[in-house]
Protein backbone atom coordinates (compact mmCIF):
# COMPACT_ATOMS: atom_id res chain seq x y z
CA UNK A 1 0.00 0.00 0.00
CA UNK A 2 3.17 2.23 0.29
CA UNK A 3 3.55 2.78 -3.48
CA UNK A 4 -0.54 3.58 -3.51
CA UNK A 5 -0.08 5.95 -1.14
CA UNK A 6 2.59 7.70 -1.93
CA UNK A 7 0.58 7.46 -5.98
CA UNK A 8 -2.54 9.29 -4.04
CA UNK A 9 -0.55 11.77 -1.91
CA UNK A 10 0.88 13.30 -5.57
CA UNK A 11 -0.95 16.73 -5.93
CA UNK A 12 -2.13 16.57 -9.55
CA UNK A 13 -3.27 13.09 -8.96
CA UNK A 14 -4.76 13.97 -5.48
CA UNK A 15 -6.68 16.58 -6.66
CA UNK A 16 -7.93 14.87 -9.82
CA UNK A 17 -9.16 12.14 -7.34
CA UNK A 18 -11.19 14.69 -5.51
CA UNK A 19 -12.34 16.28 -8.04
CA UNK A 20 -13.82 13.09 -9.86
CA UNK A 21 -16.64 12.67 -7.55
CA UNK A 22 -17.37 15.70 -7.35
CA UNK A 23 -18.07 15.51 -10.97
CA UNK A 24 -19.60 12.45 -11.46
CA UNK A 25 -22.78 13.67 -9.29
CA UNK A 26 -23.16 16.67 -11.17
CA UNK A 27 -23.67 15.20 -14.15
CA UNK A 28 -26.10 12.57 -12.36
CA UNK A 29 -27.46 15.78 -10.72
CA UNK A 30 -28.26 17.70 -13.93
CA UNK A 31 -29.02 14.39 -15.79
CA UNK A 32 -32.09 13.73 -13.40
CA UNK A 33 -33.21 16.73 -11.83
CA UNK A 34 -36.58 18.11 -13.04
CA UNK A 35 -39.14 21.01 -11.86
CA UNK A 36 -41.59 19.15 -10.44
CA UNK A 37 -43.14 20.31 -6.59
CA UNK A 38 -44.52 18.22 -4.39
CA UNK A 39 -46.55 17.69 -1.81
CA UNK A 40 -45.09 19.63 1.66
CA UNK A 41 -43.48 21.87 -1.09
CA UNK A 42 -46.51 23.47 -2.14
CA UNK A 43 -46.99 25.05 1.39
CA UNK A 44 -42.91 25.62 1.83
CA UNK A 45 -42.50 27.81 -1.42
CA UNK A 46 -45.50 29.15 -3.39
CA UNK A 47 -47.74 29.48 -0.52
CA UNK A 48 -44.97 31.49 1.31
CA UNK A 49 -43.77 33.65 -1.65
CA UNK A 50 -47.77 34.96 -1.71
CA UNK A 51 -48.17 35.16 1.89
CA UNK A 52 -44.85 37.54 1.57
CA UNK A 53 -45.55 39.41 -1.44
CA UNK A 54 -49.65 39.98 -0.63
CA UNK A 55 -48.51 41.04 2.95
CA UNK A 56 -49.64 44.67 3.74
CA UNK A 57 -47.34 45.65 6.80
CA UNK A 58 -43.64 44.64 7.77
CA UNK A 59 -45.20 42.51 10.50
CA UNK A 60 -47.36 40.04 7.88
CA UNK A 61 -44.32 39.43 6.03
CA UNK A 62 -41.98 38.32 9.09
CA UNK A 63 -44.90 36.61 9.65
CA UNK A 64 -45.40 34.67 6.63
CA UNK A 65 -40.88 34.34 7.08
CA UNK A 66 -41.32 32.72 10.32
CA UNK A 67 -44.40 30.41 9.85
CA UNK A 68 -43.56 26.65 10.67
CA UNK A 69 -43.89 24.45 7.79
CA UNK A 70 -44.80 21.44 9.43
CA UNK A 71 -42.62 21.20 12.42
CA UNK A 72 -39.85 23.57 11.20
CA UNK A 73 -39.38 27.19 10.86
CA UNK A 74 -37.44 27.21 7.56
CA UNK A 75 -36.39 30.86 7.28
CA UNK A 76 -32.45 30.34 4.98
CA UNK A 77 -34.94 28.13 2.58
CA UNK A 78 -37.59 31.30 2.14
CA UNK A 79 -34.50 33.63 2.17
CA UNK A 80 -33.09 31.62 -0.81
CA UNK A 81 -36.87 31.08 -2.81
CA UNK A 82 -37.02 34.88 -2.40
CA UNK A 83 -33.94 35.33 -3.64
CA UNK A 84 -34.55 33.36 -6.60
CA UNK A 85 -37.99 35.06 -7.40
CA UNK A 86 -36.50 38.80 -7.12
CA UNK A 87 -34.05 37.61 -9.22
CA UNK A 88 -35.87 35.66 -12.10
CA UNK A 89 -39.49 36.65 -11.40
CA UNK A 90 -40.51 33.27 -10.84
CA UNK A 91 -40.17 29.59 -9.43
CA UNK A 92 -38.03 26.90 -10.73
CA UNK A 93 -38.36 24.11 -8.60
CA UNK A 94 -34.35 22.37 -10.56
CA UNK A 95 -33.08 25.71 -9.41
CA UNK A 96 -33.49 25.64 -6.16
CA UNK A 97 -32.52 22.19 -5.64
CA UNK A 98 -29.68 23.50 -7.60
CA UNK A 99 -29.13 26.18 -4.62
CA UNK A 100 -29.80 23.50 -1.57
CA UNK A 101 -27.33 20.62 -3.43
CA UNK A 102 -24.22 23.28 -3.86
CA UNK A 103 -24.76 23.10 0.08
CA UNK A 104 -22.30 19.74 -0.35
CA UNK A 105 -20.35 22.00 -1.89
CA UNK A 106 -19.79 24.64 1.25
CA UNK A 107 -19.36 21.50 3.61
CA UNK A 108 -16.56 20.07 1.65
CA UNK A 109 -14.86 23.15 1.35
CA UNK A 110 -15.08 23.85 5.44
CA UNK A 111 -13.81 20.80 6.05
CA UNK A 112 -11.13 22.04 3.45
CA UNK A 113 -10.59 24.85 5.34
CA UNK A 114 -10.32 23.40 8.64
CA UNK A 115 -7.63 20.83 7.50
CA UNK A 116 -5.33 24.19 6.15
CA UNK A 117 -5.75 25.92 9.22
CA UNK A 118 -4.75 23.39 11.61
CA UNK A 119 -1.62 22.83 9.06
CA UNK A 120 -0.80 26.36 8.45
CA UNK A 121 -1.00 28.55 11.68
CA UNK A 122 1.91 27.44 14.23
CA UNK A 123 0.31 25.71 17.50
CA UNK A 124 -2.99 24.57 15.80
CA UNK A 125 -2.01 20.75 15.83
CA UNK A 126 -3.79 17.64 14.77
CA UNK A 127 -3.49 15.10 17.93
CA UNK A 128 0.62 16.28 18.42
CA UNK A 129 0.82 15.52 14.35
CA UNK A 130 1.50 18.53 12.19
CA UNK A 131 -0.38 17.33 8.86
CA UNK A 132 2.66 19.35 6.82
CA UNK A 133 1.44 19.17 3.04
CA UNK A 134 -1.18 16.17 3.40
CA UNK A 135 -4.12 18.27 3.69
CA UNK A 136 -5.55 17.25 0.14
CA UNK A 137 -4.92 13.75 1.16
CA UNK A 138 -7.04 13.68 4.34
CA UNK A 139 -9.99 14.77 2.12
CA UNK A 140 -9.92 12.07 -0.31
CA UNK A 141 -12.09 10.27 1.13
CA UNK A 142 -14.75 12.80 2.10
CA UNK A 143 -16.24 13.49 -1.55
CA UNK A 144 -16.91 9.81 -2.27
CA UNK A 145 -19.00 10.20 1.10
CA UNK A 146 -20.61 13.67 0.59
CA UNK A 147 -21.37 13.14 -3.37
CA UNK A 148 -23.23 10.21 -4.11
CA UNK A 149 -26.33 8.95 -5.39
CA UNK A 150 -27.92 7.39 -2.07
CA UNK A 151 -29.74 10.11 -0.39
CA UNK A 152 -31.69 10.59 -3.90
CA UNK A 153 -35.19 11.47 -1.94
CA UNK A 154 -33.31 14.77 -0.49
CA UNK A 155 -30.98 15.68 -3.77
CA UNK A 156 -34.12 15.98 -6.00
CA UNK A 157 -37.15 17.44 -3.81
CA UNK A 158 -35.84 22.15 -3.63
CA UNK A 159 -37.39 21.60 0.20
CA UNK A 160 -35.55 18.98 1.49
CA UNK A 161 -31.98 20.46 0.46
CA UNK A 162 -32.92 24.07 1.73
CA UNK A 163 -34.29 22.85 4.99
CA UNK A 164 -32.15 19.25 6.01
CA UNK A 165 -28.64 20.09 4.13
CA UNK A 166 -28.77 23.60 4.14
CA UNK A 167 -28.77 23.43 8.22
CA UNK A 168 -25.80 21.40 7.85
CA UNK A 169 -23.81 23.69 6.04
CA UNK A 170 -24.86 26.60 8.65
CA UNK A 171 -24.18 24.70 11.29
CA UNK A 172 -20.71 23.62 10.44
CA UNK A 173 -19.92 27.36 9.11
CA UNK A 174 -21.28 28.32 12.94
CA UNK A 175 -18.71 25.44 14.56
CA UNK A 176 -15.80 27.07 11.87
CA UNK A 177 -16.85 30.82 13.42
CA UNK A 178 -17.07 29.59 17.11
CA UNK A 179 -14.15 27.39 17.27
CA UNK A 180 -11.92 30.66 16.62
CA UNK A 181 -10.90 31.55 20.69
CA UNK A 182 -11.80 35.32 19.90
CA UNK A 183 -14.32 37.54 20.74
CA UNK A 184 -15.42 39.15 17.85
CA UNK A 185 -15.47 35.37 16.68
CA UNK A 186 -18.16 34.33 19.44
CA UNK A 187 -20.36 37.31 18.10
CA UNK A 188 -20.66 36.12 14.87
CA UNK A 189 -21.08 32.52 15.71
CA UNK A 190 -23.69 33.28 18.03
CA UNK A 191 -25.86 35.29 14.86
CA UNK A 192 -25.30 32.47 13.09
CA UNK A 193 -26.58 29.60 15.31
CA UNK A 194 -29.66 32.06 15.64
CA UNK A 195 -30.33 32.17 12.20
CA UNK A 196 -29.72 28.20 11.89
CA UNK A 197 -32.00 27.67 14.48
CA UNK A 198 -34.34 29.50 12.55
CA UNK A 199 -33.86 27.81 9.31
CA UNK A 200 -35.28 24.05 10.67
CA UNK A 201 -35.95 22.64 14.61
CA UNK A 202 -32.38 20.21 14.21
CA UNK A 203 -30.42 23.51 14.25
CA UNK A 204 -31.48 23.68 18.22
CA UNK A 205 -29.09 20.50 18.50
CA UNK A 206 -25.93 23.32 17.58
CA UNK A 207 -26.41 24.49 20.76
CA UNK A 208 -25.20 21.90 23.26
CA UNK A 209 -22.61 20.75 20.90
CA UNK A 210 -21.28 24.50 20.98
CA UNK A 211 -21.37 24.41 24.55
CA UNK A 212 -19.09 20.76 24.66
CA UNK A 213 -16.44 22.73 22.43
CA UNK A 214 -16.51 26.03 24.63
CA UNK A 215 -16.29 23.38 27.28
CA UNK A 216 -12.67 22.19 25.14
CA UNK A 217 -11.60 25.19 25.52
CA UNK A 218 -12.12 26.09 28.72
CA UNK A 219 -13.94 29.85 27.48
CA UNK A 220 -16.23 29.65 30.67
CA UNK A 221 -17.70 33.66 29.52
CA UNK A 222 -18.44 32.64 26.36
CA UNK A 223 -19.72 28.97 27.22
CA UNK A 224 -22.45 30.82 29.62
CA UNK A 225 -23.20 33.38 26.52
CA UNK A 226 -23.54 30.82 24.21
CA UNK A 227 -25.99 28.53 25.98
CA UNK A 228 -28.05 31.93 27.17
CA UNK A 229 -28.47 32.86 23.53
CA UNK A 230 -28.97 29.32 22.74
CA UNK A 231 -31.80 29.31 25.77
CA UNK A 232 -33.70 32.27 24.25
CA UNK A 233 -33.27 31.18 20.94
CA UNK A 234 -35.07 28.12 21.55
CA UNK A 235 -38.18 30.14 23.66
CA UNK A 236 -38.45 32.31 20.60
CA UNK A 237 -38.23 29.23 18.40
CA UNK A 238 -41.14 27.75 19.75
CA UNK A 239 -43.17 31.00 20.57
CA UNK A 240 -46.29 31.01 19.62
CA UNK A 241 -45.73 27.38 17.75
CA UNK A 242 -48.98 25.65 16.03
CA UNK A 243 -47.85 22.29 16.18
CA UNK A 244 -47.92 19.51 18.22
CA UNK A 245 -45.05 16.81 18.09
CA UNK A 246 -46.12 13.80 19.59
CA UNK A 247 -42.57 13.54 21.45
CA UNK A 248 -43.93 12.05 24.61
CA UNK A 249 -45.43 9.00 22.37
CA UNK A 250 -41.06 9.04 21.15
CA UNK A 251 -40.11 8.96 24.70
CA UNK A 252 -42.73 5.77 25.77
CA UNK A 253 -41.24 3.90 22.34
CA UNK A 254 -37.63 3.91 24.00
CA UNK A 255 -38.81 2.72 27.34
CA UNK A 256 -40.81 0.10 25.83
CA UNK A 257 -38.21 -0.48 23.02
CA UNK A 258 -34.58 0.22 24.62
CA UNK A 259 -32.46 -2.39 22.39
CA UNK A 260 -34.40 -1.99 19.39
CA UNK A 261 -33.89 1.97 19.41
CA UNK A 262 -30.38 1.69 20.11
CA UNK A 263 -30.45 -0.75 17.25
CA UNK A 264 -32.05 1.86 14.76
CA UNK A 265 -29.79 4.44 15.76
CA UNK A 266 -26.91 1.82 14.68
CA UNK A 267 -28.44 1.04 11.79
CA UNK A 268 -28.96 4.50 10.86
CA UNK A 269 -25.28 5.99 11.47
CA UNK A 270 -24.29 2.95 9.12
CA UNK A 271 -26.76 3.52 6.73
CA UNK A 272 -24.06 4.51 4.24
CA UNK A 273 -23.36 0.85 3.48
CA UNK A 274 -26.72 -0.09 2.59
CA UNK A 275 -25.98 -1.15 -0.80
CA UNK A 276 -28.79 -2.22 -2.67
CA UNK A 277 -32.19 -0.62 -1.80
CA UNK A 278 -34.10 -3.25 -3.69
CA UNK A 279 -33.94 -5.52 -1.31
CA UNK A 280 -35.83 -5.55 1.39
CA UNK A 281 -35.87 -3.73 4.55
CA UNK A 282 -35.16 -7.32 6.69
CA UNK A 283 -32.15 -8.10 4.24
CA UNK A 284 -30.97 -4.54 4.08
CA UNK A 285 -30.15 -4.26 7.94
CA UNK A 286 -27.09 -6.45 8.62
CA UNK A 287 -24.15 -4.24 6.96
CA UNK A 288 -25.31 -0.33 8.21
CA UNK A 289 -25.62 -2.01 11.40
CA UNK A 290 -22.13 -3.39 12.05
CA UNK A 291 -20.76 -0.27 10.22
CA UNK A 292 -22.56 1.83 12.69
CA UNK A 293 -21.34 -0.32 15.62
CA UNK A 294 -18.03 0.09 13.74
CA UNK A 295 -18.28 3.53 13.57
CA UNK A 296 -19.58 4.48 16.94
CA UNK A 297 -16.90 2.45 19.24
CA UNK A 298 -14.67 4.55 17.33
CA UNK A 299 -15.86 7.94 17.75
CA UNK A 300 -17.06 7.46 21.58
CA UNK A 301 -12.96 6.36 21.82
CA UNK A 302 -12.46 9.42 20.40
CA UNK A 303 -14.72 11.79 22.27
CA UNK A 304 -13.69 9.96 25.53
CA UNK A 305 -10.02 10.46 24.90
CA UNK A 306 -10.43 14.30 23.81
CA UNK A 307 -13.08 15.01 27.07
CA UNK A 308 -10.54 13.39 29.52
CA UNK A 309 -7.48 15.82 27.80
CA UNK A 310 -9.86 18.62 28.52
CA UNK A 311 -10.12 17.98 32.50
CA UNK A 312 -6.12 18.38 32.97
CA UNK A 313 -5.78 21.47 30.02
CA UNK A 314 -7.38 23.65 27.58
CA UNK A 315 -7.60 22.03 24.31
CA UNK A 316 -5.89 24.85 21.78
CA UNK A 317 -6.39 22.09 18.88
CA UNK A 318 -9.11 24.22 15.92
CA UNK A 319 -9.23 20.95 14.39
CA UNK A 320 -10.65 19.14 17.46
CA UNK A 321 -12.84 21.42 18.95
CA UNK A 322 -14.10 22.16 15.81
CA UNK A 323 -14.12 18.31 14.79
CA UNK A 324 -15.77 17.58 18.29
CA UNK A 325 -18.66 19.78 17.54
CA UNK A 326 -19.47 19.13 14.29
CA UNK A 327 -19.67 15.12 14.83
CA UNK A 328 -21.58 15.69 18.36
CA UNK A 329 -23.91 17.44 16.51
CA UNK A 330 -24.46 14.98 13.71
CA UNK A 331 -24.47 12.15 16.25
CA UNK A 332 -27.72 14.29 17.84
CA UNK A 333 -29.53 14.05 14.59
CA UNK A 334 -29.40 10.95 14.23
CA UNK A 335 -30.33 10.37 17.64
CA UNK A 336 -33.35 12.81 16.89
CA UNK A 337 -35.21 10.00 14.23
CA UNK A 338 -34.24 7.62 16.34
CA UNK A 339 -36.02 8.88 19.91
CA UNK A 340 -38.82 10.55 17.72
CA UNK A 341 -39.04 8.81 14.32
CA UNK A 342 -39.24 4.79 14.70
CA UNK A 343 -42.45 4.57 16.41
CA UNK A 344 -43.83 5.73 12.83
CA UNK A 345 -42.10 3.09 11.31
CA UNK A 346 -38.94 1.26 11.81
CA UNK A 347 -37.69 1.05 8.12
CA UNK A 348 -37.38 4.95 8.64
CA UNK A 349 -33.17 4.18 9.49
CA UNK A 350 -33.09 3.51 5.99
CA UNK A 351 -35.27 6.22 4.48
CA UNK A 352 -32.78 8.03 2.18
CA UNK A 353 -33.99 11.46 2.94
CA UNK A 354 -32.18 11.10 6.40
CA UNK A 355 -29.19 9.40 4.53
CA UNK A 356 -27.56 12.75 4.40
CA UNK A 357 -26.92 12.71 8.26
CA UNK A 358 -25.24 9.38 7.89
CA UNK A 359 -23.31 10.35 4.94
CA UNK A 360 -21.86 14.11 6.51
CA UNK A 361 -20.75 12.04 9.27
CA UNK A 362 -18.70 9.81 7.79
CA UNK A 363 -17.35 11.87 5.93
CA UNK A 364 -16.50 14.67 9.09
CA UNK A 365 -15.19 11.17 10.49
CA UNK A 366 -12.88 9.80 7.37
CA UNK A 367 -11.38 13.75 7.96
CA UNK A 368 -10.51 12.83 12.05
CA UNK A 369 -9.59 9.12 11.15
CA UNK A 370 -6.71 11.02 8.65
CA UNK A 371 -5.87 12.78 11.17
CA UNK A 372 -4.96 10.40 13.91
CA UNK A 373 -2.94 8.07 11.63
CA UNK A 374 0.62 8.19 11.68
CA UNK A 375 2.47 8.99 8.82
CA UNK A 376 3.51 5.63 8.53
CA UNK A 377 -0.15 3.70 9.19
CA UNK A 378 -1.32 6.46 6.37
CA UNK A 379 0.69 4.64 4.35
CA UNK A 380 -0.82 1.42 5.22
CA UNK A 381 -4.40 1.97 5.94
CA UNK A 382 -5.14 5.33 4.14
CA UNK A 383 -5.24 3.57 0.14
CA UNK A 384 -7.95 0.81 1.54
CA UNK A 385 -10.13 3.44 3.19
CA UNK A 386 -10.42 5.13 -0.26
CA UNK A 387 -10.72 1.83 -1.90
CA UNK A 388 -13.10 0.83 0.39
CA UNK A 389 -15.24 4.29 -0.31
CA UNK A 390 -14.47 4.37 -3.83
CA UNK A 391 -16.04 1.04 -4.47
CA UNK A 392 -19.26 1.91 -2.18
CA UNK A 393 -19.71 5.41 -4.05
CA UNK A 394 -19.11 3.34 -7.80
CA UNK A 395 -21.81 0.58 -6.54
CA UNK A 396 -24.49 2.21 -5.24
CA UNK A 397 -24.68 4.88 -8.41
CA UNK A 398 -25.40 1.30 -9.90
CA UNK A 399 -27.99 0.39 -7.32
CA UNK A 400 -29.44 3.91 -6.68
CA UNK A 401 -29.69 5.12 -10.18
CA UNK A 402 -32.04 3.06 -11.36
CA UNK A 403 -34.61 4.32 -7.93
CA UNK A 404 -33.95 7.60 -9.03
CA UNK A 405 -35.28 7.11 -12.67
CA UNK A 406 -38.28 5.51 -11.44
CA UNK A 407 -38.64 7.99 -8.67
CA UNK A 408 -38.77 11.40 -11.76
CA UNK A 409 -41.01 8.86 -14.09
CA UNK A 410 -43.26 8.66 -10.80
CA UNK A 411 -43.75 12.43 -10.61
CA UNK A 412 -43.95 12.69 -14.40
CA UNK A 413 -47.27 10.49 -14.44
CA UNK A 414 -48.83 12.03 -10.84
CA UNK A 415 -48.24 15.31 -13.06
CA UNK A 416 -50.20 14.10 -16.05
CA UNK A 417 -52.85 13.01 -13.19
CA UNK A 418 -52.95 16.60 -11.27
CA UNK A 419 -53.01 18.44 -14.91
CA UNK A 420 -56.00 16.09 -16.32
CA UNK A 421 -57.31 15.88 -13.19
CA UNK A 422 -56.88 18.38 -10.69
CA UNK A 423 -55.35 15.54 -8.42
CA UNK A 424 -51.73 13.61 -8.39
CA UNK A 425 -48.90 15.87 -6.77
CA UNK A 426 -50.16 15.23 -2.77
CA UNK A 427 -53.34 14.83 -1.14
CA UNK A 428 -56.07 12.60 -1.92
CA UNK A 429 -59.63 13.31 -3.56
CA UNK A 430 -61.83 15.67 -1.87
CA UNK A 431 -59.77 16.35 0.50
CA UNK A 432 -58.20 20.06 1.67
CA UNK A 433 -54.48 19.52 0.89
CA UNK A 434 -55.90 18.26 -2.75
CA UNK A 435 -57.61 21.37 -3.17
CA UNK A 436 -55.09 23.70 -2.01
CA UNK A 437 -52.67 22.27 -4.02
CA UNK A 438 -54.59 22.92 -7.02
CA UNK A 439 -54.87 26.01 -5.72
CA UNK A 440 -51.44 27.20 -5.34
CA UNK A 441 -50.81 25.79 -8.66
CA UNK A 442 -53.34 27.77 -10.30
CA UNK A 443 -51.85 31.08 -8.58
CA UNK A 444 -49.08 30.33 -9.89
CA UNK A 445 -49.79 29.69 -13.38
CA UNK A 446 -52.27 32.97 -13.05
CA UNK A 447 -49.12 34.93 -11.94
CA UNK A 448 -46.56 33.50 -14.39
CA UNK A 449 -44.44 32.30 -11.72
CA UNK A 450 -44.83 28.39 -12.66
CA UNK A 451 -46.12 26.07 -14.59
CA UNK A 452 -45.60 22.43 -14.58
CA UNK A 453 -43.93 20.49 -17.37
CA UNK A 454 -46.22 19.86 -20.63
CA UNK A 455 -46.15 17.33 -21.78
CA UNK A 456 -45.70 15.39 -18.40
CA UNK A 457 -44.07 12.44 -20.15
CA UNK A 458 -43.87 12.37 -24.28
CA UNK A 459 -45.88 13.97 -26.72
CA UNK A 460 -47.42 11.06 -26.89
CA UNK A 461 -49.41 11.15 -24.06
CA UNK A 462 -51.58 13.22 -26.19
CA UNK A 463 -53.35 9.85 -27.45
CA UNK A 464 -54.70 9.12 -24.04
CA UNK A 465 -57.57 11.23 -24.41
CA UNK A 466 -59.33 9.34 -27.05
CA UNK A 467 -58.00 5.78 -26.16
CA UNK A 468 -59.26 3.41 -28.98
CA UNK A 469 -61.43 0.37 -27.09
CA UNK A 470 -58.98 -2.17 -28.51
CA UNK A 471 -57.55 -5.43 -27.07
CA UNK A 472 -53.93 -6.28 -26.62
CA UNK A 473 -54.39 -9.90 -26.11
CA UNK A 474 -50.47 -10.50 -25.12
CA UNK A 475 -50.64 -8.06 -22.43
CA UNK A 476 -51.72 -10.17 -18.89
CA UNK A 477 -52.10 -8.48 -15.72
CA UNK A 478 -51.89 -9.48 -11.91
CA UNK A 479 -54.93 -7.38 -10.08
CA UNK A 480 -55.25 -7.57 -6.11
CA UNK A 481 -55.71 -5.19 -3.14
CA UNK A 482 -54.09 -4.72 -0.35
CA UNK A 483 -56.60 -4.01 2.79
CA UNK A 484 -55.76 -2.19 6.10
CA UNK A 485 -58.83 -1.99 8.73
CA UNK A 486 -60.88 -4.63 5.97
CA UNK A 487 -61.08 -1.85 3.42
CA UNK A 488 -59.02 -1.67 0.01
CA UNK A 489 -56.63 1.42 0.13
CA UNK A 490 -54.23 0.24 -2.90
CA UNK A 491 -55.20 -1.96 -5.88
CA UNK A 492 -51.70 -3.25 -6.87
CA UNK A 493 -51.43 -4.62 -10.40
CA UNK A 494 -48.63 -6.56 -11.47
CA UNK A 495 -46.70 -7.71 -14.53
CA UNK A 496 -44.69 -10.38 -15.39
CA UNK A 497 -43.35 -9.35 -18.64
CA UNK A 498 -39.72 -10.88 -18.76
CA UNK A 499 -37.96 -8.37 -20.81
CA UNK A 500 -39.52 -5.56 -18.68
CA UNK A 501 -36.20 -2.57 -18.30
CA UNK A 502 -36.69 1.58 -17.17
CA UNK A 503 -34.69 3.69 -18.58
CA UNK A 504 -34.34 7.57 -18.89
CA UNK A 505 -36.30 7.59 -21.61
CA UNK A 506 -37.71 3.84 -21.73
CA UNK A 507 -40.84 2.49 -19.20
CA UNK A 508 -44.34 1.52 -19.14
CA UNK A 509 -47.18 3.28 -17.23
CA UNK A 510 -50.61 1.65 -16.18
CA UNK A 511 -53.46 3.01 -17.68
CA UNK A 512 -56.79 3.51 -16.01
CA UNK A 513 -59.65 4.85 -18.17
CA UNK A 514 -63.31 4.96 -17.37
CA UNK A 515 -65.45 7.54 -19.37
CA UNK A 516 -64.57 10.78 -17.50
CA UNK A 517 -60.97 10.11 -16.29
CA UNK A 518 -57.64 8.79 -17.22
CA UNK A 519 -55.29 8.02 -14.82
CA UNK A 520 -51.62 7.13 -15.14
CA UNK A 521 -48.92 4.91 -12.54
CA UNK A 522 -45.75 4.65 -13.29
CA UNK A 523 -44.71 0.21 -13.55
CA UNK A 524 -41.30 0.10 -10.86
CA UNK A 525 -39.90 -3.30 -11.36
CA UNK A 526 -40.62 -5.51 -8.98
CA UNK A 527 -39.20 -5.52 -5.03
CA UNK A 528 -36.01 -8.41 -5.06
CA UNK A 529 -37.49 -11.67 -3.31
CA UNK A 530 -34.44 -12.95 -1.00
CA UNK A 531 -31.27 -12.05 -0.15
CA UNK A 532 -29.68 -11.92 -3.56
CA UNK A 533 -29.88 -8.23 -4.90
CA UNK A 534 -29.04 -9.39 -8.52
CA UNK A 535 -32.04 -11.90 -8.80
CA UNK A 536 -34.72 -9.44 -9.79
CA UNK A 537 -38.34 -10.76 -10.62
CA UNK A 538 -39.23 -10.08 -14.06
CA UNK A 539 -41.87 -7.68 -15.04
CA UNK A 540 -43.15 -4.56 -13.05
CA UNK A 541 -46.11 -3.35 -10.03
CA UNK A 542 -48.53 -1.08 -9.74
CA UNK A 543 -49.83 -0.05 -6.23
CA UNK A 544 -52.69 2.01 -7.20
CA UNK A 545 -53.81 4.62 -4.22
CA UNK A 546 -57.62 3.95 -4.69
CA UNK A 547 -58.11 7.47 -2.76
CA UNK A 548 -55.97 9.23 -5.30
CA UNK A 549 -59.18 8.66 -8.19
CA UNK A 550 -62.21 9.40 -8.77
CA UNK A 551 -65.01 6.38 -8.45
CA UNK A 552 -65.82 4.63 -11.30
CA UNK A 553 -65.02 1.20 -12.94
CA UNK A 554 -61.52 2.07 -15.02
CA UNK A 555 -60.21 0.23 -18.13
CA UNK A 556 -56.34 -0.84 -17.44
CA UNK A 557 -54.20 -0.69 -20.26
CA UNK A 558 -50.56 -0.10 -20.81
CA UNK A 559 -48.54 3.42 -21.94
CA UNK A 560 -45.12 1.81 -23.61
CA UNK A 561 -42.57 4.95 -23.61
CA UNK A 562 -39.05 4.28 -25.55
CA UNK A 563 -37.11 7.03 -27.12
CA UNK A 564 -38.00 6.97 -30.33
CA UNK A 565 -41.93 5.92 -30.15
CA UNK A 566 -44.67 5.08 -27.49
CA UNK A 567 -47.37 3.03 -28.15
CA UNK A 568 -51.38 2.19 -25.96
CA UNK A 569 -52.02 -0.99 -25.10
CA UNK A 570 -55.89 -1.99 -23.52
CA UNK A 571 -56.44 -4.53 -22.45
CA UNK A 572 -60.30 -6.42 -21.54
CA UNK A 573 -59.25 -5.75 -17.88
CA UNK A 574 -61.16 -3.79 -15.43
CA UNK A 575 -60.82 -2.36 -12.08
CA UNK A 576 -63.49 -0.87 -9.58
CA UNK A 577 -62.74 2.28 -7.16
CA UNK A 578 -65.11 2.94 -4.73
CA UNK A 579 -66.98 6.49 -4.58
CA UNK A 580 -66.70 7.41 -1.20
CA UNK A 581 -63.99 6.98 1.44
CA UNK A 582 -60.35 8.87 2.28
CA UNK A 583 -57.90 8.84 4.05
CA UNK A 584 -58.26 10.67 7.29
CA UNK A 585 -54.83 11.66 8.15
CA UNK A 586 -54.75 13.75 4.70
CA UNK A 587 -58.21 15.50 5.09
CA UNK A 588 -56.66 18.78 6.11
Same mark, same amino acid.
Given at each position: ?78 ? +? ?9 ? *? ?74 ? *? ?22 ? %? ?43 ? *? ?72 ? %? ?14 ? !? ?5 ? !? ?15 ? *? ?130 ? +? ?91 ? +? ?13
Amino acid at each position: MTKLYRLLATRPFTIALIVLPISAFWIYFFALRYNIPFLDEFESIPYFLGRFLGANTFGEAMSALLRPNNEHRVVYGRL +VVLGQYFLTGG *LNFGGLMLWGNASLIVIFYVLYRVLRRAEVQPGATVSGRRLGGRALVGLMVAPLLLFMAQNYLLTFMAMNTLQYLS *LIMLVFITFFVLATDQPNYLAGAL %ALGVFATFSMGNGMLLWPAGAGMLLLQRRWVGMGIWMLVGALSIY *LYFLGYPVQQGNAEGFAYIVEHPLKTIAGFLIFAGSVFDLFPGLSFENRVYLPFIAGLILMIGLVYWFIQTLLT %AITRKNTSFFQVFMFG !CLLFMLA !CIALVAVFRLRIYYSIV *LHTSYRTNAMILWATASVLLFSQLSEKNRERYWPMAWLLFLGLNVVTYFTYVPKVIERKKHLQGLTYNQTHNNIGLGGSRHTNLAKFISEQLSMMHERDWYDVPKPAITADEEKLKAIPATTAANVSLRVDS +VLVDNKPVFIVVESDQPDYTVGLNKGTYLVLKSDKHTYLMFGEKKQIQGRNPFRVPPGFSVPLPIYLMEGGRYQLGLFNTSPDHSDIQMTKQY +VDVPATGAWPTQNF
